[in-house]
């Protein structure tokens, strides 16, 4: 089993930053896919950035540019670096994992399905106000 524990939430002014932490601990012995979802105030859940086991990256087209993800396999973390944030990115972000093969379809392509990730925390409150 994997744990996955999210940190860095809170309330920022809009144009401010944030740096999301995701720990994974458990059965992490093999590198994982990771992403970051979020889901606002009567919103369906999205994907905003995910890394691959071999670090290659992709975002959200809402967040390219302002979004950075990146992650230590040393310390089981992944980090999502949130600059220039909306008002309307305030959500409950969640850190995702999958370890082992990639479930359906080429990474690059579906790394925003949330029925690839069999792992999920528990969630970080980010609040953006105008």
């Known amino acids: 089993q994997v744990q996955l524990v999210e940190s860095g939430g809170g309330s920022v002014q809009a144009g401010g930053s944030l740096r999301l932490s995701c720990v994974a601990s ?3 012995t093999s ?3 990771m992403g970051w979802f979020r889901q606002g105030p009567g919103k369906e859940r999205e994907g905003v950035a995910g890394i691959s086991s071999g670090f290659s990256t992709s975002y959200a087209d809402s967040v390219k540019g302002r979004f950075a993800i ?3 396999n040393a310390k089981n973390t992944v980090y999502l670096q949130m600059n220039s944030l909306k008002p309307e990115e ?3 972000y ?3 994992a999958r370890f082992g093969p990639w479930g359906v379809g080429n990474w690059y392509g579906t790394w925003y399905d949330q029925t690839n990730y069999n792992y999920w925390g528990q969630g970080t409150q980010v609040t953006v106000s105008s």
């Open 26 to 28: 458990g059965d992490t």
């Open 31 to 33: 590198r994982g896919y």
């Open 70 to 72: 990146s992650r230590d």
């Open 90 to 92: 305030t959500a409950q």
């Open 94 to 96: 969640y850190c995702a």
